[in-house]
């Protein structure tokens, strides 16, 4: 995958992150940083559509086959994430195709798509601080 999120060192915001272990596939492979949405009972897969339920942001990298079932997913902290589209600053977002966000509609948030609040304006393609797990 590729634009991966990277976690900011600012301030205590982004430690300890609030980390949780979810149970995923021994067979994907995900890059530390991937965008994950909730796939089943504390089970997460790689965030590839819009408007999917946020898990949070891999905070260890997962091979295939490695015989691991399990991944740290930080819930919380400031990360660098690219915009899929328009943001305004303050704006709550939601994923937007695969490591990738959008300002939420409405729909949204009743669904559990909320990364978190935009610290700052973008464009489509730009790279903006996002707070994560701050909606």
Known sequence: MAN??????QGGIT???RP??????DN???EKGTLMKLSGAY????????????AGIT???KVAGDGSTTIGVDTMGVFD??????????AIVCMSGANQIRACIAADLLTGAAVGKALEAATAGTTIAVAVGFS
Do not use: D, W, Y
């Open 4 to 9: 991966e999120a990277v976690k900011l060192n």
């Open 15 to 17: 430690a300890p992150g």
């Open 20 to 25: 949780i272990s979810f149970t995923i596939s």
């Open 28 to 30: 994907f492979t995900v």
């Open 43 to 54: 089970t997460c897969a790689a965030a590839i559509g819009t408007g999917e339920a946020f």
């Open 59 to 61: 905070n260890t990298e």
């Open 81 to 90: 994430i690219l915009a899929g589209g328009t943001i305004n600053n303050g």
